[in-house]
């Protein structure tokens, strides 16, 4: 808990002559892909074991988890780098590629 606790920080603050200083988190910026678009909410079924969970619609997101087979709804969708397509997770978790998922 306590590495995460300092990812964190480090991720979201810097030091500055032993001040913490806040500054906003950046957003990554897609490369080849389009920014999701929202889609009508609907439901997909996950058909592999660990698919990973992206930070954005790309494989040149960084992976922040992964998800178990089972029924997840998708809120918006976008094209990008290591899949036919992305969806993003309504759970907020991040995107994941729908070459893996058949809409239910």
């Known amino acids: 808990m306590a590495v995460t606790f ?7 603050f810097w030091a500055k002559n032993r001040t913490l200083v ?11 892909g389009t920014t999701g678009a929202t889609a009508p909410p609907y439901l997909v079924r996950v058909k592999i074991t660990n698919l990973n969970i992206h930070k954005g619609p790309g494989t040149n997101y960084g992976a922040t988890g992964y998800i178990q087979p089972g029924i997840y709804t998708i809120v918006a969708e976008s094209t990008g780098k290591g899949a036919t397509k992305w969806g993003k997770l309504k759970s907020g978790a991040g995107w994941i590629s729908l070459d893996y998922t058949t809409k239910t």
């Open 6 to 12: 300092w990812r964190y920080l480090r991720e979201r």
């Open 22 to 32: 806040v500054t906003p988190p950046t957003a990554e910026k897609p490369t080849g």
